[in-house]
């Protein structure tokens, strides 16, 4: 079976693809002509993540960007996608220790954007909220091991889940969310061998980052694998272009054009 035969990615197919040995592939996006570009590329799922607070915000940390700005921006991404799942993040402070407002913003999301999923980071601290969510009819992804969301908590990037403890908790927790009905969990820079057990012990696929190659799926950040943004090179990401510098030299060269009077020529105008 290869996805590219489907006119239309669901959470079935996800399942489909977890029990045929196909990997999923999945990037994210946050307007529409990205998004345009990579589902025409044929991305299997596109995540609007919080990462947006990040990369197009310019936050240090996921934790400033709101329901209304996730919704700006997964809306964007919907109008442009024909074949993707859509899985859109829910941002901090929108869903932990209230299950309703869990659910309410779970459901703006959905009225509002038209996305087809939602992600929620955390276990059984959050449960609650899974459940409640999954009871409207809204499929629910997962997110262990590094969750940005509770940085000041860890107060730092590393590698999480190297001790027993905390393993044997996402090991867990990772069957909790199986047990709970979510259709996949994303399992953020644990140890590869961890990644690999987990996969193995839960039916419902896995998408890793910085979590090994025996995950069910990969997902990276758009403007890290193409060299967009610069500052953040952790091991596990692979660059796939230097856009930076190509963009950075096309703007050099009309800044150039324009003060030299090259452009526009006699051809470019009216
Ligand atoms: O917000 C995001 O981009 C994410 C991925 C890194 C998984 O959650």
């Given at each position: 079976m290869k996805t590219l035969n489907f006119p239309r990615i669901t959470t079935h197919v996800l399942q489909e693809m977890k029990l045929k040995g196909e990997k999923i592939s999945m990037l994210t996006a946050y307007d529409y002509s990205m998004a345009r570009i990579i589902d025409h590329a044929g991305i299997d799922v596109i995540l609007v993540g919080d990462s947006a607070s990040n990369v197009?915000?310019?936050?240090?940390?996921?934790?400033?960007?709101?329901l209304n700005e996730m919704i700006y921006h997964a809306s964007s991404v919907m109008r442009a996608v024909e074949r993707a799942l859509v899985v859109v993040d829910l941002p901090?402070?929108?869903?932990?220790?209230?299950s309703r407002e869990a659910l309410n913003s779970a459901i703006r999301i959905m009225k509002e954007s038209n996305a087809n999923a939602v992600k929620l980071e955390g276990g059984r601290e959050i449960k609650e909220s899974i459940d409640r969510i999954l009871s409207a009819g809204i499929p629910v992804m997962g997110h262990l091991g590094l969750?940005?969301?509770s940085i000041n908590k860890f107060g730092t990037y590393v590698v999480r889940a190297k001790e027993e403890e905390e393993a044997q908790r996402l090991k867990e927790d990772a069957k909790l969310l199986e047990e709970v009905g979510c259709f996949a969990i994303v399992l953020e820079k644990i140890p590869a061998s961890l990644a690999k057990e987990v996969t193995g012990n839960i039916k419902i696929p896995t998408i890793g980052i910085g979590a090994?190659?025996?995950?069910d799926g990969q997902v990276l950040v758009i403007h890290d694998m193409l060299g967009i943004n610069q500052d953040f090179s952790p091991r596990f990401l692979r660059r796939y272009h230097n856009l930076y510098e190509e963009m950075k030299g096309a703007v050099e060269m009309y800044i150039k054009d324009v003060k030299s009077l090259d452009f526009p020529n006699e051809r470019e105008q009216y």
């Open positions: 197009m915000a310019g936050h240090k940390t996921t934790l400033p960007i709101t901090f402070g929108t869903y932990q220790g209230n969750t940005p969301q090994g190659s025996k995950v």
